[in-house]
């Protein structure tokens, strides 16, 4: 079954300690990105990656690191959290943008409390 | 600076129909997005426009103005589980994906 993965899709943390959101889809797409949902913003891009070893920052990367060592995963790192990153994180994948076949799948995502 | 506009909420009633606008000011144009999003669930996609014109999949259907940077989802013969929240999306001309904050339909009986 083609599918995004994401794990944990709910986690509760502390200011400060480290913690990594793995991403990970079986779809062979280059293009991965992620997001971040809160109420009344819709969703906001992060981080995105064109393919292996190339990312980009999206509109809101403060506090965020990401890598794509692998094809299939991208994983988004909180190096120290703060109780503003709380929210509902979604990975998401598609095709290279503009090759008509834009259509992103999303993961189940990640609600993130930061206390 | 780029800007997705949607209404925040609309009611309807189940069986009737519903149009949900979207407006957009981006840099470039490559195509608009409408995906549908359950509380606490992932968007999934509904449709993608890239030409002027309606779309029509099923119940659903979307029309795009280019010259008018207008969008609107039509959603027809309405039933309970159309109950979610739709959301408008644009990729600019860098191939970055706008989007905006999304319709909330509420379907009443």
């Known amino acids: 079954e083609a599918q995004v993965t994401q794990n944990p899709r709910y986690l509760i943390t502390v200011t400060g300690k480290k913690l990594t959101v793995t991403c990970s889809q079986n779809m062979n797409h280059e293009y991965m990105s992620w997001y971040r949902q809160d109420p009344g913003l819709g969703l906001r891009q992060i981080y995105y990656s064109m393919n292996v070893e190339v990312t980009d920052k999206g509109d809101v990367p403060e506090g965020y690191k990401v890598s794509r060592k692998e094809k299939r995963n991208f994983p988004l790192i909180l190096e120290s959290p703060s109780p503003n990153q709380t929210s509902l994180y979604f990975c998401?994948?598609?095709?290279?943008?503009?090759?008509?076949?834009?259509?992103?799948?999303f993961g189940p995502g990640t609600r993130l409390t930061v206390l | 600076g780029q800007n997705i506009d949607q209404p925040t909420e609309m009611t309807a009633t189940e069986g009737a129909i519903v149009q949900i606008n979207c407006t957009y000011q981006?840099?470039?144009?490559?195509?608009l997005f409408w995906y549908q999003q359950h509380a606490g669930e992932a968007p999934t996609f509904l449709s993608y426009?890239?030409l002027d014109g309606l779309e029509e999949k099923g119940r659903f259907s979307s029309f795009l103005s280019r010259s008018k940077g207008y969008s609107y989802l039509l959603l027809k013969e309405l039933q309970m589980k159309d109950s979610a929240s739709y959301l408008c999306a644009v990729m600019d001309s860098n191939y970055q994906l706008i989007w905006g904050a999304g319709t909330k339909l509420i379907i009443k009986p």
């Open positions: 981006t840099s470039g144009f490559n195509g």
């Open positions: 426009n890239v």
């Open positions: 998401a994948s598609s095709f290279p943008p503009g090759q008509g076949t834009d259509t992103q799948y």
